[in-house]
């Protein structure tokens, strides 16, 4: 007998019981997905934080079009803050000394795409205020001012 056959099937079906104990028994699933953006230019990467009124955090990562998706993110009352993919940054630093104020990425295939995103939109306090629905499937564009 194949044991490496087992131990894939075994860890498909280890996959199926995660993904049901996402969804719970009970518990309803949802999900919010959009796009991000700052001042109208579409993100190209980065990491977006989703803040709970009750402390949580949950984190989705911007993809190269500008989209996202987070299963299951606080709901109710949510601020969304941003910060750069610190690979990128390294990278960028490497090929020259950023501006003290900006984290530098590099520009995406989008054009407009910013081509740096201010440390401020780490903040809570700059963070942009969103509803996130306790069920469901919901779009929501983020855009930074």
Request: a positive charge; hydrophobic letters at 40%; one cysteine or more.
């Amino acid at each position: 007998m194949n044991t490496n056959v087992i131990k894939r099937s075994a860890g498909g079906f280890a996959g199926v019981l995660l993904a049901l104990g996402i969804a719970g028994c009970g518990d309803s699933l949802h999900v919010v997905e959009g796009t991000a953006a700052i001042k109208g230019a579409k993100l190209n990467h980065g990491t977006l934080s989703f803040h709970g009124d009750k402390g949580e955090t949950r984190t989705a990562s911007v993809n190269p079009d500008g989209s996202f998706m987070i299963v299951n993110p606080p709901a109710g009352a949510v601020k969304v803050t941003v910060e750069a993919d610190p690979m990128r940054v390294a990278a960028a630093k490497k090929a020259a000394a950023p501006p003290k104020d900006v984290v530098p990425i590099t520009k995406g295939s989008d054009a407009g795409a910013p081509s740096v995103i201010d440390r401020r939109y780490r903040d809570v306090a700059n963070a942009v205020a969103i509803n996130v629905n306790p069920t469901g499937h919901q779009t929501v564009n983020i855009d930074f001012p």
